[in-house]
């Protein structure tokens, strides 16, 4: 899997994806990622990348020149278009579901915008999907992108020590997951519940079950209704 991320702040992307379990596999090359300045692209002798947008808004946009070149210098390495993403809050709020579809492709690039925005007609060129990571507005697509880097690098091969590393986890079946706790025994007068100290398998198994399925109930009524009707229980 190889991920391109294509921002005017790549010092900053690149901090965190060469930390911690993405870092570990980025160096041992379960993955790839690369971090591409924009701005190493304008044409413009000021290195501007940045202009008014027409109809008179305050702010200023991305404009279109140097996020193209960025764009070309990279697909221009691959045989067929890498499937290329926006961030955006008016993209399609992201799920474990189509996070798990992207981590089966074999290369993504990620635009990052900032300021205001980005000039439409780049977007119109070069992007097959927008993503946002919900209903809300932050300065920069790169902590978006590195939220969906993230959580797309834990799904590739080889990047979690165990397949059930994520396979247990909130969203992975469409289910929060289950309290957990760990030593000691009995903390503050709150005791670990007494089926997990057991080391009967199948109770433990069915207890996580149950906990999760409560817990979704309770607090997401939305993933509950889809759960039940997906008819796995
Ligand atoms: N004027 C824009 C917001 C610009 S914020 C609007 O109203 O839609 C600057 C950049 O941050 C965006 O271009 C986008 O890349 C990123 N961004 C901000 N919020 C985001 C979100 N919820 N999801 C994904 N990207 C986001």
Redesign the pocket.
Known sequence: MKIDIMTLFPEFTRSYTEMSVIGRAVASKKIEINSHNIRDFTLNRQKQVDDAPYGGRQGMLMTAQPIYDCYKSIASKSDKKPHTI??????TVLTQERVKELSEMDEIIIL???????DQRVIDEIVDEE????D??????EL?ALILVDSIARLCDGVLSERAGFEDESHYHGLLEHPQYTRPEVWMGRRVPEVLLSGHHANIAKWKEEKSIERTKERRKDLYERYLQSGKK
């Open positions: 926006f961030m955006s809050p008016s993209g990052c915008g900032h300021y205001e925005g980005v993503i946002s990571i919900g809300y507005v932050v300065s920069g697509g978006p």
